[in-house]
């Protein structure tokens, strides 16, 4: 395995006026909007409760908790976001308002360290009695994830100290002992949650029990059985039937242990969540038999059951994959938070192992899902992200109950808004890897990265216009000559990538995805990477029954798509034509500062309903007529009103 490491994000330094642009609209209308949506201040919002259910916990407030059962994650995801943008930069207001939601999380643990609102406001009883449905671990899990980031980018250990008593606790619950619970989670998180904790800490224990939970999913006696007759054989979520997440362990991935598993199955999120934490825990204690079990499915994941747009989880029964090659563009769920966790995932196996092929995922997801997940505006947002939508169909036909054609103000089930926010606001983290001899380049956004080379220090300034341009520069600044490895990636999608050190053409030769510039660098060298965009017609596999004999645009990491606002109503009746005659145009209103791409193409003339029958038996197929297509940026769709939608288009 080919280790490498995360650069610590005060040694980060963006400069990128695309991703600068979103940074700013987390800290100044994201993170403020959440902030008043977690205060049920949102007219017109579901409620969210979320921190009147800590006052109460508290003591501090009098009444009823209300929520889904891992309402406080939402909470914890909303400190992560604000403790990366304090990193990136002050702010002693927000921090100031952490910090007292801080003390008020402190306020409501109990005596023994346990934290979970429901649980404590609600059924005090019943803690640690229903792991398989009530999601106590991973609040857990994303409440350290919190402490851990707020400890990173503030130096606080406040939240940090509150973390590790709810981990000590949670060690003295869970194990192989005789008095211990020898159970996992049924929501995962908390597997990598704890090896971030034991990052910072350097605590045995909490690896200990990360490695426990990963070994002891999926084994027989099934312990989803056990603790189910234990409790009288009661269920929390009656979605699907009784007891339905019990009685389906592969939702849950614990169907059999994660050395035996061969496919991504079951819930979406949950998958992607467990698999970074088996690969975070995999790298650090060299463990080659998790190594294969990720890469082995993550390569199913990739290769058979992910959309063109980063998407995963096919469908809306359980947010969970399908099988193979079974992507429907219409009734696709593709959850915002599992191409997030997906990114996570991605990160970690390239820190375990150095190959380009982690990074294009990521950039994928992150270019086109994730970015989707969020309005320009930073005020709506979408759970779900199909790659096809028809709002007359959504309205009358229940198959598309979970698909929306605008974004939300909120959700009941609130998990998307403050995930993409502590994702946006944590982004430097995806940039760069390194060991100790080569800096990763993993995504091109402009940034500026200071770290150790030897005895000396070295810093990258990595500058252009992506992903609307195609160049990219990276400048080396250091205070005397210094050997050192560049290793920049080459991504998938760019055929004919182009080089010159200092001005001079240089061959590269690409290993595992990346070019390697290993040299002794002075003040002053830099690299120029020229990463052609064509617009690019991608074709699914032909076992991919929904896109047969359809194509989808691509330029640079962009996925496209077709609007109603540009095209008319009917996308379905259009079709691609022929060639590569495409133009790119600048967009304009919401638009602008992005580009766009007309294409030639072919439509129906309006069709007189009331002389039309359903179905003609031997007529002649209507006549096309010429007509521009205009294609915007998946990310992009639904800022301009209700519409129909495609990215998969008929080609003639």
Known sequence: M???????????????????????????????YQWEALNDRIADAEPSHAIENFRLAAGRSQGEFYGMVFQDSDVAKWLEAVA?????????????TADETI??????????????????????????????ECHELYCAGHMIEAGVAYYRATGKTRLLEVVCALADHIDGVFGPGPRQLHGYPGHPEIELALMELYDVTANQRYLALARYFVEQRGTEPHFYDLEYERRGRTSHWHNYGTAWMVKDKAYSQAHKPIALQET???????????????????RVSGDDEKRRACRRLWDDMTRRQMYITGGIGA????????????????TAYTESCASIGLMMFARRMLQMEADGQYADVMERALYNTVLAGMALDGKHFFYVNPLEVHPGAIKCNHIYDHVKPVRQQWFGCACC?????????????????????????????????????????????QTGNYPWDETVTLAVSCASPTSFTLALRLPGWCPSPQAMLNGEPVAMAPRRGYAYFTRTWSEGDSIQLTLPMPVRRVRSNPLVRQNLGKVALQRGPLVYCLEQADNGDNLHQLRLSAGSDFRLVPGEGVLAGKTLIQA???????????????????????????QSLLFIPYFCWANRGEGEMRVWVAED
């Open 84 to 96: 990366w943008m304090l990193c990136r930069q002050p702010d002693p207001q927000l921090e100031r």
């Open 103 to 132: 003390e008020l999380i402190a306020a409501a643990q109990q005596p023994d360290g346990y934290l979970n609102t429901y649980f404590t406001v609600k059924a005090p009883e019943k803690r640690w009695t229903n792991l398989a």
């Open 2 to 32: 080919e280790k490498t490491s995360e650069i610590d994000l005060h040694h980060i330094k963006l400069s990128d006026s695309f991703w600068l642009d979103y940074q700013r609209l987390v800290r100044d209308v994201v993170l403020p």
């Open 264 to 282: 991504a199955v079951g819930h979406a999120v949950r998958f992607v969540y467990l698999l970074a934490g088996v690969a975070h825990l995999a």
């Open 417 to 461: 808004p403050p995930n993409i926010a502590r994702l946006l606001g944590s982004l430097g983290n995806y940039i760069y890897t390194r060991n100790d001899e080569t800096l990763f380049v993993n995504l091109y956004i402009g940034s500026e990265v200071t770290l150790p080379a030897g005895d000396r220090s070295l810093t990258v300034r």
């Open 315 to 330: 469908q809306s029964h359980g947010e969970a994959f399908t099988s193979g090659y079974d992507l429907p563009n219409d």
């Open 600 to 626: 030639p193409g072919e439509g129906l003339p309006p069709v007189d309903v009331s002389q039309q029958t359903l179905y003609d038996y031997d007529g002649v197929p209507p006549r096309r007529r010429q």
